[in-house]
Structure formats: structure tokens, C-alpha cells
């Protein structure tokens, strides 16, 4: 029995009620399914002026899932290749600069909840820290909030 075909409105329906994308992921995601003829930026198009796709709804989403486990730079720059649009990067980096160091902290916590013993666990722990996209100054702080602490 041969399968369906589904047209590309239907397709990016189907992604669009699964969760929020930007308009970048989902051209490329329906570029593949695409057919001679198929005019996938018009859709695009189509979407947007019907308030199914959203920049902003897509950035609010994302900077929702990853805020908890990602400091603002890994969420900055994941914004970026999705080609969210300069302007609403200040304005999403504003935002998230807040409570940086707070969510470090609760990163931190959750990995490693105790003191370094020595200078290389702490190497280990900073250096974890950074490559979850934290800002140098959110670590200085959580880990100087450890060292008093520790007093």
C-alpha cells in the first residue's frame, strides 16, 4: 500500500503543532519534502501572516527550554543560526543577563553540589561551566560564592 502524500501546508502544520521554529529550521525541514513547482518561502509567507509562525514565540521558546541547563551564550548563539534578527538578540541577551549567575549557580549545584578540593577539581568545575555557555563573570561569581561560603 503506498503511502500518503502530504502536502507541504499539512507538513509544516504537523512540525508547527509539535513545538515552536524559526523560519530558517522550518524552510530547510520542508525544503526536503519540497516538489517542482512548490514555492516554500510563499508558505513561509503564508504562515507568518497568520500568526502560525513566530520569531518572537520561537525565541521565547527556546530561551524557555534552555535556560535552565545553558548560560547565555550557548542560548545566544543557538538563537543566531537560526538567524533570529540582531535587534531581538539585545533584547533577549537584556533579559537573560539578569539571572545569570543564579542559574550558574543551580548548574553548578546539580553537577557538582560540593567544594573543589583542590585548584584542578576547580579548573574541572569552571571549565564546566564555560562549555555550558556561561559568561566568564557568572563563574567568577558562583565560584567566589563558594569560596565565601566556605569561611
Known sequence: M???????????????????????????????????????????DSLEAAKLLSQSRFSESLVHRRATRF?????????????ID????????ANLSSDEVARAREVWQKKFGRLPVDAAERAKQMRFLQQRGFSH????????????SDD
Open 137 to 148: 563573570r557568572a563563574i567568577q561569581a558562583v565560584m567566589r560564592n563558594l569560596d565565601q
Open 86 to 93: 540582531p535587534d531581538s538578540l539585545t533584547e533577549i541577551k
Open 71 to 83: 548560560g547565555n551564550n550557548r542560548i545566544l548563539s543557538e538563537l543566531q543560526s537560526h538567524g
Open 2 to 44: 503506498p503511502a500518503l502524500k502530504i502536502s507541504l501546508r499539512a507538513r509544516a502544520l504537523r512540525y508547527l503543532s509539535m513545538r515552536e521554529h524559526s523560519r530558517l529550521e522550518l524552510g530547510r525541514k520542508l525544503a526536503r519534502h519540497a516538489h517542482e513547482g512548490d514555492d516554500v518561502d510563499a508558505l513561509l
